[in-house]
């Protein structure tokens, strides 16, 4: 099984809809991320979590909002989706101290 | 303006042909390095990472790359490419004093020709 799961895969949705990505990871990591990419971007953070009870606000926070509810949990959400919003989301995840981060497989979301 | 850049957005090699990737930083401090590749459909997979000591670093799948202090470069090299090859190459940096930061390149696609 994977170590780092992201549902949905697939979504499309329509403006103005609210929209929860959802990540789990069994790796027993305390850091959390989540990241999108753009064509010709790369990836860039949207918000990280330390722990359960730390969470922050990464290069480009505007527009979404995360809930950590668990040690391997960790939710995107888009409260009013918007269209410059479709991209593929990705969720990783990392030890403590400087470590490589791991990925998920990545949620493809379509906002029409 | 603090950045990662892969100058070359796509790149066409031959199997079997060597290959270059290049990555360059602009930070104050040295950085910690990072290669990850993207399989389609997939997440990122790390390939290989510099922290300190040796420059040359060796990675899975064949790859490696040299850190060049004086360029402030992290070049990733194979010898000898093969079809799984086929993939987007992403370099990326950590900022050793903030230890949430990881800037990551905009991407090299790597096309293999049979």
């Known amino acids: 099984d994977a170590d780092v799961t992201q549902t949905p895969r697939n979504r499309i949705t329509k403006t103005g809809k609210r929209i929860m990505l959802e990540c789990s990871q069994t790796?027993?990591?305390?850091?959390m991320y989540w990241y999108r990419q753009d064509p010709g971007l790369g990836l860039r953070l949207i918000y990280y979590?330390?722990?359960?009870?730390?969470?922050n606000k990464g290069e480009i926070s505007d527009g979404y909002s995360v809930s950590r509810q668990a040690q391997a949990k960790f939710s995107l959400s888009l409260e009013s989706a918007i269209p410059n919003q479709t991209a593929l989301y990705f969720c990783?995840?990392?030890?403590?101290?400087?470590?490589?981060?791991?990925f998920g497989p990545g949620t493809r979301l379509t906002v029409l | 303006a603090q950045s990662v850049t892969q100058p070359d957005i796509h790149i066409t090699v031959s199997e079997g042909a060597s290959l270059e990737l290049r990555c360059n930083y602009s930070?104050?401090?040295?950085?910690?390095l990072f290669w990850y590749v993207q399989s389609p459909g997939q997440g990122l997979q790390l390939l290989l990472k510099?922290?300190?000591?040796?420059?040359l670093v060796q990675g899975i799948k064949g790859f490696e790359a040299e850190f060049k202090r004086s360029q402030s470069s992290f070049n990733l090299r194979k010898p000898s490419v093969h079809w799984s090859d086929a993939a987007e190459y992403f370099c990326?940096?950590?900022?050793?004093?903030?230890?949430?930061?990881?800037?990551f390149g905009a991407g090299t696609r790597l096309t293999v020709k049979p």
């Open positions: 510099y922290f300190s000591g040796d420059t």
């Open positions: 990326a940096v950590g900022l050793p004093y903030n230890n949430n930061d990881m800037r």
């Open positions: 790796k027993g990591h305390d850091r």
């Open positions: 979590s330390f722990d359960v009870k730390d969470i």
């Open positions: 990783a995840t990392s030890g403590t101290g400087w470590r490589e981060q791991f």
């Open positions: 930070y104050g401090a040295t950085p910690y």
